[in-house]
Antibody, heavy 120, light 112 residues
Framework: EVQLVESGGALVQPGGSLRLTCVASTSAFGNHEMNWVRQAPGKGLEWISY????????FYGDSVKGRFTISRDNARNSLYLEMHVLRAEDTALYYCVRGGAAGPDVLDLWGQGTMVIVSS | QSVLTQPPSVSGAPGQRVTISCTGS?????????VHWYQQLPGTAPKLLIY???NRPSGVPDRFSGSKSGTSASLAITGLQAEDEGDYYCQSYDNSLNAFYVFGSGTRVTVL
């Protein structure tokens, strides 16, 4: 069974930076689009970033554009999210999500999430 | 504020049928983009429930069904069971500037 495992979540001060990592349990990772989706405590789902199987193009939601960077290393079956100038409203559970395997725009496999708390 | 609108909550007794609507616009569902549904049980990550409007992934009971028409989509749960209690989200693609994947606001299903 393919799994996605996120790590890197932490308590960070406003204005700080953090790097999230997601590791896939399969070498087929490089065949798939990937995304980051977040969920603030008690709130709904918010898509924040997409990366194609080869690394470009990438897309971002307005709330993180210019502050977050998505990247991947297919040789390491890994997805990353570099987060800068963090704000209180970035506090959320961040999910690594595979896309496109079941069809265009389908988010078919989700990790368990890693928690980011932005607070002084 | 979510791009796709869902009712905050629906409820039903065990065995009953409930439906969840997902209303979009001409830049997403109305533009012909497919709708997908996710189930999030308490304390767990979301899971794909229905994809491409009507399809169930392997392992999803046929009690769950989806439909799409115009600028809206619906998820139906027939024969409601206690283990269905949780949050349900619709999702589509949006072609407006600065948009990409969009989610519904989420619907809490309560089994009475």
């Amino acid at each position: 069974e393919v799994q996605l495992v996120e790590s890197g979540g932490a308590l960070v001060q406003p204005g700080g930076s953090l790097r999230l990592t997601c590791v896939a349990s399969t070498s087929a990772f490089g065949n798939h689009e990937m995304n980051w989706v977040r969920q603030a405590p008690g709130k709904g789902l918010e898509w924040i970033s997409y990366i194609s199987s080869g690394g470009t193009p990438t897309f971002y939601g307005d709330s993180v554009k210019g502050r977050f960077t998505i990247s991947r290393d297919n040789a390491r079956n890994s997805l990353y999210l570099e987060m800068h100038v963090l704000r209180a409203e970035d506090t959320a559970l961040y999910y690594c999500v595979r896309g496109g395997a079941a069809g265009p725009d389908v988010l078919d496999l989700w990790g368990q999430g890693t928690m980011v708390i932005v607070s002084s | 504020q979510s791009v796709l609108t869902q009712p905050p909550s629906v409820s039903g007794a065990p065995g009953q049928r409930v439906t969840i609507s997902c209303t979009g616009s001409s830049s997403n569902i109305g533009a012909g983009y497919d709708v997908h549904w996710y189930q999030q049980l308490p304390g767990t990550a979301p899971k794909l429930l229905i994809y491409t409007n009507v399809n169930r992934p392997s392992g999803v009971p046929d009690r769950f069904s989806g439909s799409k028409s115009g600028t809206s989509a619906s998820l139906a749960i027939t024969g409601l069971q206690a283990e269905d209690e949780g949050d349900y989200y619709c999702q589509s693609y949006d072609n407006s500037l600065n948009a990409f994947y969009v989610f519904g606001s989420g619907t809490r299903v309560t089994v009475l």
